[in-house]
């Protein structure tokens, strides 16, 4: 087994940074160098990193320049890997509530969870030192294994609480009011995760017994208490099993407001379930004024207390957890065109970029102006550049 290693998500703002010097391109370094390579008269291999604000994510830059052309450079996403072989609190990791629920074993490099609601809400919690939007790409990977999981544990509450896995709002999350589980929507907000109800049933005495199958969700609720799907079933009905090693994914993608979910056991489906999509009126409550604002990823058992229907007790363990956090800049390149240098690169929404520049590293200013990003491709370009060398880095930050 790998050791862990951890790399925070960038959030507030975002600069990456450019050398133009006598004709040749180079990706400042900012601490270590990331990539090491000679230079040859027919090609320049460059590296670089990405600076945040709020604190330092080296991100990797391969960059190859030849005579005549243009720069072309690719970066990794900022990942957060997490594969229990040593204590998980050394890399970040906390717990709130219930601290007894979560158990790291330094034998098997897992993490023994029970999901019990009929305490308080508890969460095995990494902070991101930041924060994710609707707006912002994501996906998660993680080995779960499901011992028991079972509804109606308690007294007359015969319908399931969700287990979850993924991202909340700390403020939000730890408030002493926060009630998740299903049918308690204007009690919580800022969630983004994957979800799972195992099977139960309403019997609200009218001589009816309502069915409530088991379903695995993509779930989301903005910081205005909208929530999506609207609806579960029939399209995330689907049951786990128990006592088998499932691997579970759930990408997002911010551009066209699409998650989607797969899971599998020895690489076989266990089932299919359709994409969400946030701006389709289809199968949610979202609309265009509704956004989260996520900065914790979690493990997570909701509680019950002061829901008179719903219940869950399971044990199990989760291990191999995965996170990539795209940045807000990728495919960055930079070169001349008709004399004028500008940087290219695929942007993102809700975000503005702007040029800057700098003669000395004294001080730094606008070469050009603020720009939003689309989800395409954006081009900023220096039109009034001084003579001789310059600095550029591409700031990006939040409207």
Do not use: C
């Not at 960055?332 to 690169?345: M, P």
Request: net charge negative; glycine share 8%.
């Amino acid at each position: 087994m790998r050791p862990a290693r951890r790399a925070s998500a960038w959030r507030d703002s975002l600069i990456a940074f450019i050398l133009r010097f006598a004709g040749v391109w180079r990706f400042l370094l900012s601490g270590s160098a990331l990539v090491s390579q000679s230079l040859t008269r027919s090609a320049l291999y460059l590296r670089g990193a990405f600076e945040r604000s709020v604190y330092m994510l080296k991100v990797q830059l391969s960059v190859l320049a030849l005579a005549g052309m243009s720069l072309v450079s690719t970066s990794r996403a900022a990942t957060i890997v997490e594969d229990f072989s040593s204590d998980p609190s050394q890399h970040g990791w906390q717990m709130f509530g219930d601290t007894n629920l979560f158990q790291w074993d330094s034998t098997n490099h897992w993490l023994a969870v029970t999901w019990d609601s009929a305490q308080p809400n508890s969460y095995f919690y990494l902070p991101l030192s930041g924060y994710l939007t609707r707006y912002d790409d994501f996906s998660i990977a993680f080995d779960l294994r499901l011992q028991d999981i079972a509804s109606n544990v308690e007294t007359n509450k015969t319908g399931p609480v969700q287990l979850g896995i993924g991202f909340q709002r700390y403020t939000v999350a730890t408030n002493a009011g926060f009630l998740r589980p299903f049918g308690m929507y204007g009690m919580v907000s800022d969630i983004a995760e994957f979800d799972y109800y195992p099977h139960g049933f309403y019997d609200y005495g009218d001589g009816q017994v309502y069915d409530s199958p088991p379903h695995v969700v993509p779930s989301f609720v903005s910081s205005q208490d909208s929530s999506s799907p609207s609806n579960l079933n029939p399209d995330y009905v689907l049951e786990l099993p128990t006592n088998q090693v499932m691997h579970v994914t759930m990408a997002y993608n911010g551009d066209t407001q699409t998650a989607a979910i797969t899971v599998t056991t020895n690489g076989v489906p266990v089932g299919s379930l359709p994409d969400l999509v946030l701006n389709s009126t289809n199968n949610s409550n979202f609309i265009t004024s509704d956004d989260y604002t996520v900065d914790m990823f979690s493990i997570t058992s909701y509680t019950s207390i002061g829901d008179d229907y719903d219940s869950l007790l399971a044990h199990g363990v989760v291990a191999n957890l995965h996170i990539d956090l795209p940045p807000p800049a990728q495919n960055l390149t930079g070169a001349f065109s008709n004399g004028v240098w500008q940087v290219q690169f695929s942007d993102r929404t809700n975000w503005v970029y702007t040029l800057e520049r700098t003669s000395g590293f004294g001080s730094w200013s606008d070469a050009s102006d603020p720009a939003a990003g689309n989800g395409t491709t954006l081009v900023l370009q220096d039109t009034n550049s001084p003579p001789g060398h310059a600095y550029y880095r591409v700031r990006a930050n939040r409207p």
